[in-house]
Nanobody
Framework: QVQLVESGGGLVQPGGSLRLSCTAS????????ISWFRQVAGKAREAVSC????????RYADSVQGRFTVSRDNAKNTVYLQMNSLKPEDTAVYYC???????????????????????????????WGQGTHVTVSS
């Protein structure tokens, strides 16, 4: 059974930094992408970053490019989202989610298209964590 547990959220001032963690278990890392999403109440969930389990390639939403960095520690089964230069508009609940790299008919089986697809809004995820709150405010 897949389990995803996010942590690291909190209150930070504009311009500050936070590092979110997503500790995962119950699946083969090489066969999945891990994506970070965020959601503000009343708005649609937005993908902000993705890391592929097969080759470690990463993708970012334009809104966070250059400020956020996604990475993984295989030994700890953890994916991190380092968030720098935070802005009030980054305030949201942040979730991590898994997306299988195989069996995506809409991507014609292309593993390298999973992360770009997630960032474009394709519904490819199959498991979600419970979320962690991030508030950017002075």
């Amino acid at each position: 059974q897949v389990q995803l547990v996010e942590s690291g959220g909190g209150l930070v001032q504009p311009g500050g930094s936070l590092r979110l963690s997503c500790t995962a278990s119950g699946f083969t890392w090489d066969d999945y992408a891990i994506s970070w999403f965020r959601q503000v109440a009343g708005k649609a969930r937005e993908a902000v970053s993705c890391i592929s389990g097969s080759d470690g390639s990463t993708r970012y939403a334009d809104s966070v490019q250059g400020r956020f960095t996604v990475s993984r520690d295989n030994a700890k089964n953890t994916v991190y989202l380092q968030m720098n230069s935070l802005k009030p508009e980054d305030t949201a609940v942040y979730y991590c989610a898994t997306a299988p790299l195989d069996g995506n008919w809409q991507l014609r089986g292309r593993r390298d298209l999973v992360c770009p697809g997630l960032l474009r809004g394709l519904k490819l995820t199959d498991n979600w964590g419970q979320g962690t709150h991030v508030t950017v405010s002075s």
